[in-house]
Every structure is written in structure tokens, then in C-alpha cells.
């Protein structure tokens, strides 16, 4: 994903609806009340979920780094989203105080990689940097992207991480990531010259999920988005979790 889209896009308008419909209360108000899955396996999980992201991958860590990495190894190849059959190496970086994640796969086009900030002083974990996430071509648009981002923010809310975020680029070089990260729920604020592009019935919106959970909000945007970068909000009652929640209900995805 990262530049590359990896999620299947597309009928935008019935999208919208649920993502308003959750928005509202309506459709799924138990996701909002008790907060995201936070990783649960359980025998609900779709078909795809259960067969590519059982977190049945291979983690390389050093003994010391395990140690200081206040998230179980086990749990690793979940906290980055990483297919089955995965290799995930893991290392840290002192002077950054974070670790990396490099996860390889034949279904990836390149490693896919992952940052986890760590604040030095209280040494709580408070940003996962998605850096980048390409999946071959023959392997997109069949909800693995959507899956692996799905199965990371999951995973990541049970360990108190605050945010995650990454560069959504595009709309250059075929790269639609600025318009598919916000169908998940990935949020800026707009500023002056993405406001004066909204038309009338848009004009009061001035974040990406505010304009995603309006009528024709994500057709405007994917006509005149614009590379950004962009985060999703763990806290368990917002809108990201919302609009995440009506993409997975669309798209029949279950963890």
C-alpha cells in the first residue's frame, strides 16, 4: 500500500452511506460503545482473514531487543500486519528510540516496513510509522492491503498505541494512496487550498474523515486529493475507527 493502493476502491456512494450510517449510531453503535477488536481471533473471521493473517510468520529479534520491546514477540507479525509465511526483522534504533519492522514476502513487491516510536523518557509507545507496504500487482485488489491495515490498528489499539500514520501519496505515478487511506479511515486536516476546491455542499469539512463521511465527499477527493500525510486516531469512539468500521462491514471483512 504506502504509494501503491492495495485496497479495492470504488462505489463510493454506498461506502459513504454505511460510513455515515456508523457515524450516526445506527449501524454498528456496540463498535463505537465498547471500542476497536483490539486483535480478537475469533471463529467470526472471514475466509481470507483466516487463511493469509493467522500470524503464522517467522520473527528474527535479538534476545535484548525482545527484552526491551514492550509488545510480545508472539504477538509481532499482528502488530505490523504482516501476511502468513512472513519474515519479520526486527531491530532498534537508539538514537531514534524506535524499532524497525522489515517484513518480506513473495506476494510483496518490496520489504514492507514499519517504525514504532517510543517516548524516551516514560518509554510508552505513541506512533506507528507505516513507511511503506507494495504488494505485487497480480496479488492487489483482493482485500489483502485492507486486511494487513486492519489486522496492524487492531492489534496496535491493545497496546496503547496512540496513532498511526503514513504518507498516503499520489494522485501521480498511478499511486492512489491519498484517496485509499482515507476510505480507511487515515485523517488530516484540509488546508486553505483544499477548501477552496469543496463545492458548496462540502464547504463546512475540514478534515479528510469529515469529507469522507459526507454524500460525494470521497469522489471529490479522489478528484482533487492531494499526497499528504495522514493518521489514524485510536481513541476508541472516533471517526476513524467509524469510517474503518463501515469499510469492513462493506467489504464483508472480519477479523
Known sequence: ???????????????????????????????????????????????????????????????????????????????????????????????????????????????MIRILWQDPENGRLYLMWNEAFFLKPEVQRHGLGARSVAVELNEIARHGIRSVGCM???????????????????????????????PANLAHCRTLNELFLEPHGARHWRKHGRALAVFFDLAPDSASWSILRAYMEHRGITL
Open 1 to 111: 500500500m504506502g504509494a501503491h493502493a492495495q485496497i479495492r476502491v470504488g462505489e463510493d456512494m454506498r461506502l459513504l452511506k454505511a460510513a455515515m450510517f456508523v457515524a450516526a449510531g445506527t449501524l454498528v453503535m456496540g463498535w463505537l460503545r465498547g471500542g476497536p477488536s483490539h486483535g480478537r481471533r475469533s471463529g467470526m473471521m472471514d475466509e481470507i482473514t483466516r487463511k493469509y493473517f493467522s500470524g503464522r510468520s517467522e520473527v528474527l529479534i535479538d534476545a535484548a531487543i525482545a527484552a526491551r520491546l514492550p509488545v510480545p514477540v508472539k504477538r509481532i507479525p499482528w502488530l505490523v500486519g504482516a501476511i502468513d509465511g512472513s519474515v519479520i526483522r526486527v531491530t532498534f534504533d537508539a538514537a531514534g528510540n524506535s524499532y524497525l519492522f522489515t517484513t518480506t514476502h513473495p506476494m510483496l513487491d518490496e520489504p
Open 168 to 198: 498516503a501519496a499520489g494522485p501521480s505515478n498511478d499511486h492512489i494512496g491519498y484517496y485509499a487511506w482515507p476510505l480507511l479511515g487515515f485523517d488530516a486536516e484540509l488546508d486553505q487550498r483544499d477548501i477552496d476546491l469543496l
